[in-house]
T-cell receptor
Framework: SQTIHQWPATLVQPVGSPLSLECTVE??????LYWYRQAAGRGLQLLFY??????ISSEVPQNLSASRPQDRQFILSSKKLLLSDSGFYLC??????????FGSGTRLTVV | RKEVEQDPGPFNVPEGATVAFNCTYS??????FFWYRQDCRKEPKLLMS???SGNEDGRFTAQLNRASQYISLLIRDSKLSDSATYLC???????????FGKGTRLSVIA
């Protein structure tokens, strides 16, 4: 069966520090991968998605970036965090046309 | 008009009640539809897909109305454990990401 792993579960980082969140999927090949952010009490905001290794589509211009170095690995990064980057970060995977399966999320607080 | 819209609620209903949520979408070419459940401080989890003919899973019934461009979720005999936020999601085409609504919050009260 397919599983998605996302870590860490919680993170407190100072303003201006770098960020790296990792997501890996097991049990499937060539999945579509997604990064979402959910601010407190708000909806899901799509940040990046990838349909293959090295292919990244950015939905929202900001100080975040994403990379897909391997088929089942998706990384969200920032060189310098802002206070407004605080939120609940969710990785998800799908095969074309199917619903998404989300990871358990990372709750990031920038202080 | 937003792509996918939901009434944010909250819907406060007593145990045993029947409650229904609607979700409207703007793109008439949308192809696939889903309902997700999100508990507080947790990730969304797929509740059910929505098929053209409608589908039922226990106390939950999902329906699609293409003419009026909305999907619905009906919950019968509400349980306390049904309290959550319910998100609808719509695919415009297989190559584009799902578009999520902002969710409808349901509180089932004893």
């Amino acid at each position: 069966s397919q599983t998605i792993h996302q870590w860490p579960a919680t993170l407190v980082q100072p303003v201006g520090s770098p960020l790296s969140l990792e997501c890996t999927v097991e049990g499937t090949s060539n999945p579509n991968l997604y990064w979402y952010r959910q601010a407190a009490g708000r909806g899901l905001q799509l940040l990046f998605y990838s349909v293959g290794i090295g292919q990244i589509s950015s939905e929202v211009p900001q100080n975040l970036s994403a990379s897909r170095p391997q088929d089942r690995q998706f990384i969200l990064s920032s060189k310098k965090l802002l206070l407004s980057d605080s939120g609940f970060y969710l990785c998800a995977w799908s095969v074309k046309g199917d619903g998404y399966t989300f990871g358990s999320g990372t709750r990031l607080t920038v202080v | 008009r937003k792509e996918v819209e939901q009434d944010p609620g909250p819907f406060n209903v007593p145990e045993g009640a029947t409650v229904a949520f609607n979700c409207t979408y703007s793109n008439s070419a949308s192809q696939s539809f889903f309902w997700y459940r999100q508990d507080c401080r947790k990730e969304p989890k797929l509740l059910m897909s929505v098929y053209s003919s409608g589908n039922e899973d226990g106390r939950f019934t999902a329906q699609l109305n293409r003419a009026s461009q909305y999907i619905s979720l009906l919950i019968r005999d509400s349980k306390l454990s049904d309290s959550a936020t319910y998100l609808c999601a719509v695919y415009h085409s297989g190559n584009t990401p799902l578009v999520f609504g902002k969710g409808t919050r349901l509180s089932v009260i004893a």
